[in-house]
């Protein structure tokens, strides 16, 4: 049985400071694992180092995962009073074991699986989900989503949200930061196309979240239960299908409908945001750069190919 691979991207991006923090651990005798994601918050100067304890004392913690939690409170009102965060955290104790999740604020966990797709696991401890939960509209309920319910400084056993996922091939966490800008559909698609390559997801997630204009840190850990293939039987991204055959890209038949034209299957390219968000890092082929960039207010994506924009 192969080990799970973990993959973490983290970007700082506008924000004065870097307030994420990320902590994970194998258990190579059984196959399981345990990690978690913090977001600190507030003004105080250890609040980067209270999420990160929060988040290392969470893996270590023996117990449950919302023991872990409760760990976690207590070691940074300890060491770091006056600081918060919010935080995630999930354990698996072996391959065919359920899920174990605990979480206080709005980092969430999903899971996802050929069969199911991408499921979120945690309901986010927001004023704006509390708004939704008395049927507000969305775009009302909005404003109130960085406004926290409950965090770990504050934390008690009533408080800690707890949830069981069954096993999956992949377990995702990501923080505001991503989830908050980029919207639920091109989540899916993202994690779909590149569930084979934790590495590569982690760092598309977190490029998703900048071409959204995302205004916080943006953090993305994966965990895989499914060794990453190697050989000609290895999936290919969609940008990689495009450079493979043109003609295979679109889906069943579109070559079909447009024989021998390239220029179609470029301009679909040029709408499919999943495809658009990792092309700068994965178009490169035989010395031949394809690539894709956005106009000034980041709405529209034009492909370059040989030169040739449409």
């Given at each position: 049985?192969?080990p799970p691979v973990?993959?973490?991207d983290t970007?700082?991006?506008p924000?004065?400071?870097?307030?994420?923090a990320?902590?994970?651990r194998?258990e190579p005798?059984?196959g399981g694992w345990?990690?978690?994601?913090?977001?600190g918050?507030?003004d105080h100067p250890d609040?980067?180092?209270?999420a990160?304890?929060?988040?290392?004392?969470?893996?270590?913690a023996?117990?449950?995962a919302?023991?872990?939690?409760?760990?976690?409170?207590?070691?940074?009102?300890?060491?770091h009073?006056?600081?918060?965060c919010?935080m995630a955290?999930?354990?698996?104790?072996?391959?065919?074991?359920?899920i174990?999740i605990?979480w206080?604020?709005?980092?969430r966990?999903?899971?996802w699986?050929?069969s199911?797709g991408l499921?979120?696991h945690t309901?986010?401890?927001t004023f704006?989900?509390e708004l939704?939960?008395l049927?507000?509209a969305?775009d009302?309920?909005r404003?109130?989503d960085?406004?926290?319910t409950?965090?770990?400084a504050t934390?008690v056993?009533?408080?800690v949200?707890?949830a069981?996922a069954p096993?999956a091939?992949?377990?995702?966490?990501?923080?505001?930061?991503?989830?908050?800008?980029v919207d639920?559909?091109?989540?899916a698609e993202?994690?779909t196309?590149h569930a084979?390559?934790p590495a590569?997801?982690?760092?598309?997630?977190v490029?998703?979240a900048?071409e959204?204009e995302?205004?916080?840190?943006?953090t993305?850990?994966?965990?895989?239960?499914?060794?990453?293939?190697t050989?000609?039987?290895?999936p290919?991204?969609r940008?990689?299908?495009?450079?493979?055959?043109?003609d295979?890209?679109?889906?069943?038949?579109f070559?079909?409908r447009?024989?021998?034209s390239t220029?179609?299957?470029?301009?679909?390219?040029?709408e499919?945001?999943?495809?658009?968000?990792?092309c700068?890092?994965?178009?490169?082929?035989d010395?031949?750069?394809?690539w894709?960039?956005?106009?000034?207010?980041?709405?529209?994506?034009h492909v370059?190919?040989?030169?040739v924009?449409w």
């Open positions: 049985m192969s973990i993959a973490t970007d700082q991006g924000r004065p400071s870097q307030q994420d990320y902590s994970h194998l005798a059984s345990r990690a978690a994601v913090a977001d918050f507030g609040t980067r180092e209270a990160q304890l929060a988040a290392d004392t969470a893996i270590a023996s117990g449950e919302v023991d872990a939690v409760l760990a976690a409170h207590r070691a940074i009102t300890l060491v009073p006056g600081t918060d919010v955290h999930a354990r698996q104790d072996s391959p065919d074991e359920p174990d605990a206080v604020g709005d980092c966990v999903w899971t699986s050929p199911e499921r979120q309901r986010d401890h704006g989900q939704r939960d049927w507000v969305d009302l309920a404003v109130g960085h406004a926290v409950t965090s770990v934390a056993l009533d408080d949200g707890t069981t096993a091939d992949l377990t995702l966490f990501t923080c505001d930061g991503i989830h908050d800008y639920e559909r091109l989540l993202l994690v196309d084979h390559d590569t997801l982690v760092q598309v997630l490029d998703a900048r959204a995302s205004t916080d840190n943006a993305a850990l994966v965990i895989s239960l499914t060794p990453e293939p050989g000609p039987g290895t290919l991204t940008q990689e299908r495009l450079l493979e055959g043109l295979s890209f679109g889906g069943l038949g070559g079909e447009f024989p021998g220029e179609h299957l470029l301009r679909a390219l040029s499919d945001r999943a495809a658009g968000i990792a700068d890092r994965f178009l490169l082929r010395g031949t750069t394809y894709c960039t956005k106009d000034s207010d980041h709405t529209d994506h370059s190919w040989h030169g924009t």
